[in-house]
């Protein structure tokens, strides 16, 4: 073929913009990084000083749906006796209804917290009510946050079933992510303090990757963890064994505090955020740019981070 019958050649993407790249294995470490510098940035923009992590069940619904949903199963005029399917959809549908107490109570702990936050005298949002993004507990934490006034945060994760984000997260710090661990990064890393709601295997290993941090003192900062529902808890958990069996120390069971209403709730993270996170020398000059938390085991001028 002659040099002048070749055909002409279009430009080649930015590399930024090739999607085939940036969706491919190779692209893998850019994908990680914007899931890290991306939220960096909105939380810098927004003034997040510190958060509050509320985990629990995405299964668990507000009174008056779970109410709703029992009456329409168990109206007059339905089949008695109930076939064992419908059966087994009412049986469900109680347990629903007396979960529910779960959704109103973490609802109230977040209006209590964010209405107490914003009387707070700083620069900065401090103690920001976080969740994981979805409904259940996460909505009603989310709901309760912003019924009172104040931003909320949702680090959403991008499943198979698509989890949408509820609708009362901030809409410029409703996060999306793909890889769990860089969501699990973003829910310590802001941290001050956990609340434990009752939920299945996402919020057990969400709790116990806190707990272990806080265990290890890996992170040079205190985080508060609160379980609540003693009676869901205690039959779900049972710590002592480990601690009888040499597992873990005695002192690791009084890594949180167990509490079974949201006044109790609030009153101890009132008390333990004041203590440990507003209580301390006073500086010359409130920095403008929030503090990131420190991790134990960096050489003290390492300890730079900042939001």
């Known amino acids: 073929m002659e040099m002048d019958d070749l055909p002409e050649i279009t430009r080649a993407p930015l590399a930024y913009e090739n999607k085939k790249y940036l969706n491919g294995p190779e692209g893998r470490i850019l994908r990680i990084l914007t899931e890290y510098s991306e939220p960096l940035s909105r939380f810098r923009r927004e003034r997040i000083q510190d958060t509050v992590v509320f985990f629990g069940s995405a299964r668990i619904h507000s009174r008056s749906d779970a ?101 009362y997260i901030t809409p410029d710090l409703n996060f999306e992510f793909h890889y769990f661990f860089m969501r699990k990064l973003w829910f310590a890393y802001l ?65 949180f505090k167990m509490v079974d209403s949201p006044e109790e709730g609030f009153e101890f993270l009132k008390d333990g955020l004041t203590k440990y996170h507003l209580e301390r020398p006073p500086q010359t000059k409130e920095k403008d740019v929030p503090e990131i938390a420190e991790t134990r ?11």
């Open 67 to 167: 109410e709703r949903e029992l009456e329409l199963l168990e109206k007059p005029g339905s089949l008695q006796p109930a076939p064992p399917e419908q059966q087994e959809k009412i049986t469900r549908a109680r347990a629903a209804a007396e979960m529910a107490r779960y959704y109103e109570d973490a609802r109230r702990i977040a209006y209590m917290l964010t209405e107490w936050s914003l009387t707070l005298s700083s620069k900065r949002q401090r103690f920001v009510v976080t969740t994981g993004g979805g409904p259940g507990i996460m909505e009603a934490a989310n709901r309760g946050a912003r019924e009172a006034g104040g931003k909320t945060i949702g680090l959403n994760i991008n499943l198979p079933f698509e989890q949408m984000p509820n609708r």
């Open 191 to 255: 941290a001050k303090a956990l609340i434990v709601f009752p939920g299945g295997f996402g919020t057990c290993d969400e709790m116990f990757e806190i707990l272990t941090l806080a265990q290890t003192e890996k992170l040079a900062k205190k985080i508060i963890v609160l379980m609540y529902g003693s009676e869901y808890w205690n039959r779900v958990l049972n710590l002592q064994a480990m601690a009888d069996a040499g597992t873990i120390s005695p002192l690791d069971i009084h890594l």
């Open 297 to 307: 085991g960096q050489p003290a001028d390492a300890r730079t981070d900042k939001i």
